[in-house]
């Protein structure tokens, strides 16, 4: 009986996200790195019915520590649903990243690829505006790319994220390799990618969910950001949900794409934000 339903649960699961692909087309991209040389690989996801000669927004989903770009393309619930949901719902081309795969946490090379990919992308579609999200790590990595570039960012959507790698404790390891070493030894590098000392990049519709039981990756880097984007009068949703962990419901993240684009898509902002790259700090750590 137990052999049973465990083949029938395998069986559900199976066809729920053979129905989720349904609506898609989706190809595994691979392209030679810029920065490197190496072989990277991207999921791209274009809707039945896609028309090439018509101009279309581009969503970049980034997965989260420990997976690869297949999370977001076949994810049957939370983060990877919803916005496979969104990019049906507004018409969206739809990629999945590896940007460098288990334990990015958006490092030079990772961000290196993402504009590749951009760049590449827009060569090839007719692509108005660019949102980026993710979830945890991918989160974490959305916001550091848009404080990087928010010169190419038209709205994010960040779940369960850290907005401050000189506070951030846990993953370490992976950090260091991803980043070029520790804090003490390029605190720069940390401060750069910490989308928390970058408020004034964040001129886009933001959208974020934090959990206030989180201890994987703690919920007050993003209060505090998206505190201080209030306080400056910026289009910000928070979503918080004070006793739940590390998850969040594919609805909640749907929430927030609905806030997001609809206000990206209206928006006409002429501000030309200065880059985090050629920022010039007095910083001591």
């Keep these: 009986m137990k052999k049973t339903l465990l083949v029938c649960l395998a069986i559900l699961a199976v066809s729920h996200s053979a129905l989720a692909e349904d609506r898609f087309n989706v190809k595994d991209v691979s392209f030679k790195a810029s ?19 018509k ?39 739809m990629i999945c990243p590896d940007y460098r795969a288990k334990t990015s946490w958006m490092g030079p090379k990772a ?22 999200c993710g979830g945890s790590m991918g989160a974490s990595s959305a916001l550091t790319f848009t404080a990087m570039h928010p010169e190419l960012v038209a709205g994010v959507v960040s779940v369960n994220g850290t ?7 846990n993953f370490q390891d992976a950090i260091i ?4 070493g520790t804090k003490k030894q390029i605190p720069l590098e940390y401060k750069k990618r910490s989308a928390e000392y ?30 201080i984007l209030e306080k400056m009068g910026k289009d910000v949703k ?38 985090a790259i050629g920022r010039i700090h007095n910083f001591t750590f």
């Design 35 to 53: 920065c490197d040389g190496t072989t990277q690989k991207y999921v791209r996801l274009l809707g039945k019915g896609f028309d090439q000669s």
């Design 55 to 93: 101009a279309h927004d581009l969503v970049v989903g980034l997965h989260g520590h420990g997976s690869n770009r297949w999370q977001f393309a076949d994810q049957t619930k939370n983060s990877g649903l919803a916005i496979r949901n969104t990019a049906v719902k507004y018409n969206l081309i």
């Design 111 to 132: 961000e290196a690829d993402v504009l590749q990919i951009i760049e590449e992308l827009k060569k090839q579609y007719k692509i108005d505006k660019v949102f980026i």
């Design 163 to 169: 907005a401050n790698h000189l506070e951030y404790s």
């Design 177 to 180: 390799e991803s980043f070029g």
């Design 198 to 227: 970058w408020p004034e990049s964040f001129i886009m519709p933001v959208g974020v969910a934090v959990s206030g039981k989180d201890t994987i990756v703690p919920p007050q880097s993003v209060l505090r950001l998206t505190d």
């Design 238 to 275: 928070l979503i918080y949900s004070p006793e739940k962990g590390h998850s969040t419901g594919h609805e909640i993240t749907e929430k927030l794409f609905d806030y997001v684009i609809p206000k990206a898509r209206e928006k006409k902002n002429n501000i030309k934000p200065v880059s």
